[in-house]
């Protein structure tokens, strides 16, 4: 167990370590192109919330599995408001339903690491209505078919014992 528990300790040392000397990188690289200012790399910050969650849940497995849910919460909004930025904002009015699909992604994940059934009633919640108000947004029913086969799919082989 103590071994189990030094290679997590590892694990977790290594993560943080290549973090934080890409982290390093991208400050160097800036002083060539500055592209790191405030007003564009804020939703950076939400990552800084996310690297203690992921540490503890490297570090404690199973355990802290419940952790997943926040970590993807704050990198799909990281990744989503750098591309809402980059777009000047011009496509907020079209994927506001990211907003539902976050927290969906997030159960999602735990699902697939803890496989509780449970937790797959709020994900397809949340991606659910995410997909069918895209499918309204955009006028054709693409994100909730496809959404739809997803779900079944993930039911049906969820459903197989190994």
Avoid: Q
């Avoid at 189990?4 to 390093?24: H, I, Q, S, Y």
């Avoid at 997943?68 to 904002?89: A, D, E, M, R």
């Amino acid at each position: 167990m103590a071994e189990k528990m030094d290679r997590r300790a590892r694990l977790a040392a290594l993560a943080g370590g290549v973090f934080l000397a890409l982290l390093g990188v991208l400050f160097l690289l800036n002083n060539f192109h500055h592209f790191l200012n405030a007003r564009r790399s804020w939703p950076l910050f939400l990552l800084i919330p996310a690297i203690p969650l992921a540490v503890h849940w490297l570090e404690r497995g199973r355990l802290a599995a419940g952790t997943v849910v926040p970590i993807t919460i704050l990198v799909f909004y990281c990744g989503y408001f750098l591309w809402l930025i980059h777009t000047n904002w011009a496509g907020i009015g079209t994927t506001w339903p990211n907003f539902l699909i976050g927290p969906g992604l997030g159960f999602l994940l735990l699902y697939f690491i803890e496989r509780r059934r449970g937790v797959l009633v709020p994900a397809f919640i949340l991606l659910g209505l995410g997909a069918a108000f895209f499918s309204g947004l955009f006028g054709n029913s693409l994100p909730l078919g496809a959404f739809l086969v997803l779900a079944g799919a993930i039911l049906v082989l969820g459903s197989w014992k190994k």
